[in-house]
């Protein structure tokens, strides 16, 4: 996978916060992304803040972002 796309781990992000009911209840993404009713969604959140981190470092940028 490029080190550039991380558009998987967002769309996995964002699947995982329309489940939740911070979502439901009409708020956006942006607002529910810290909530407290979203606990399962913060290893997705983990992951994509990885991948854009990875992004700026030299070293994953030549090698790739190695996905857990």
């Known amino acids: ?4 796309d991380c558009r998987d ?4 992000l964002l699947d995982c916060l ?3 009911a911070c ?3 009409g708020k ?5 992304l810290g909530a407290e ?3 399962d969604c913060q290893v997705y959140r983990t992951t994509y ?5 990875g992004q700026l470092d030299m070293r ?3 090698q790739g972002n190695s996905h857990k």
């Open 28 to 32: 956006s993404s942006k607002e529910c």
């Open 18 to 20: 329309r489940e939740t």
């Open 37 to 39: 009713d979203a606990p």
């Open 23 to 25: 979502m439901k209840s």
């Open 9 to 12: 781990i967002a769309q996995t």
């Open 60 to 62: 994953t940028r030549i």
């Open 49 to 53: 803040f990885e991948c854009k981190r």
């Open 1 to 4: 996978m490029p080190v550039s």
